[in-house]
């Protein structure tokens, strides 16, 4: 049986993980081997990875804008970011499920993930872990220094980010630390500096990790509450909606702040800010359409506007590139 999108809820005799793709290129065509270490990664789950890499696009896109030099090496660091994004996205789902080992066997939607299914043992998770890294770290050395000193850092809040859970019920901001720290370590790989412009553009996707973990964590609200797990989903509560359309405010509010920072010295080219600007606001549409449709008490409603967030994030990327041809 599976959900409307075509998610199995649960899973089959392949080892599939539950909130996985049907079908996905890792059941179908990976070795056998290789596939408990690639659901750990949720190399069968793609959205994580797009969510920790459209921040750093962001801060690409960003950065160009601010100084109008688009170089070469900005290729690289778009392919790099590309890489590094699904390397250590898997790295950190990998410690996150070591972390929740216990607590996802007792979850129905990951018990079914590798470690508390019995695929992979702790001891051969963490040694995937360290190979992930490893060859992460071989891609930041690419950058300049201050882009590796900004990647180094990087590792304190996705340690965290796992055991957040256990002491607040604001894990997500945790989650948002982590996953949107590649807008500030874009920007920084572009122009060797720091502005405000990346530091406002990190607050703007915290906001929007807020608004889709929220609603991602809406699924396993029931289960959470009987083991003890803290989530947004469970302190907001009926007045989820609420909530979100305070976040979808911040996010659209602090992303044209971060536009308007970055491009001050572009000599007040209207018709080129003007246009970046729209990013944020078709991005605040599309979260529009998401409130009407969220339905909190339905998991697959939940899960499939998770998923979504992908065509959110990728909206204001379309305006950022229009706006560095004007």
């Given at each position: 049986m599976t959900t409307p999108d075509g998610t199995p809820e649960a899973k089959d005799a392949q080892g599939s993980v539950a909130d996985a793709y049907r079908g996905n290129w890792v059941d179908r065509r990976a070795p056998a081997w290789s596939r408990p270490y690639l659901r750990l990664s949720r190399a069968d789950r793609p959205i994580g990875t797009w969510l920790l890499l459209i921040p750093c696009w962001w801060g690409l896109a960003l950065a160009i804008l601010h100084d109008g030099q688009a170089r070469w090496e900005d290729a690289w660091i778009f392919v790099g970011c590309g890489i590094g994004a699904w390397l250590m996205r898997g790295a950190g789902c990998t410690w996150n499920d070591i972390t929740d080992r216990d607590f996802d066997g007792s979850v129905a939607r990951t018990a079914s993930r590798p470690i508390p299914s019995g695929q992979v043992s702790v001891k051969q998770a963490a040694a995937w872990l360290i190979v992930q890294s490893l060859i992460a770290f071989c891609i930041l050395l690419t950058f300049n220094t201050?882009?590796?000193?900004?990647?180094?850092?990087?590792?304190?809040?996705?340690?965290?980010?796992?055991?957040?859970?256990?002491?607040?019920w604001w894990p997500q901001v945790f989650l948002g630390l982590a996953f949107n720290w590649g807008a500030m370590l874009a920007w920084v790989a572009h122009t060797g500096y720091l502005h405000p412009a990346p530091l406002i553009l990190y607050m703007a996707g915290i906001a929007w990790t807020l608004f889709y973990d929220t609603i991602y964590a809406h699924q396993d609200k029931e289960d959470d509450a009987l083991?003890?797990?803290?989530?947004?989903?469970?302190?907001?509560?009926?007045?989820?909606?609420?909530?979100?359309?305070?976040?979808?405010?911040?996010?659209?509010?602090?992303?044209?702040?971060?536009?308007?920072?970055?491009?001050?010295?572009?000599?007040?080219?209207?018709?080129?800010?003007?246009?970046?600007?729209?990013?944020?606001w078709g991005m605040g549409w599309h979260m529009v359409w998401q409130l009407r449709k969220l339905q909190i008490d339905d998991p697959d409603t939940c899960l499939m506007l998770f998923r979504s967030n992908r065509d959110t994030g990728l909206i204001p990327l379309l305006f950022f590139a229009g706006a560095m041809f004007v």
């Open positions: 201050a882009a590796i000193l900004m990647g180094i850092v990087a590792l304190l809040p996705v340690a965290i980010y796992p055991f957040a859970k256990r002491f607040t083991i003890g797990v803290k989530s947004t989903a469970r302190l907001f509560g009926a007045d989820t909606a609420i909530w979100l359309r305070r976040f979808l405010v911040a996010i659209v509010s602090l992303m044209a702040m971060a536009i308007l920072s970055a491009m001050a010295g572009r000599g007040g080219d209207p018709l080129a800010i003007g246009l970046a600007i729209f990013g944020p």
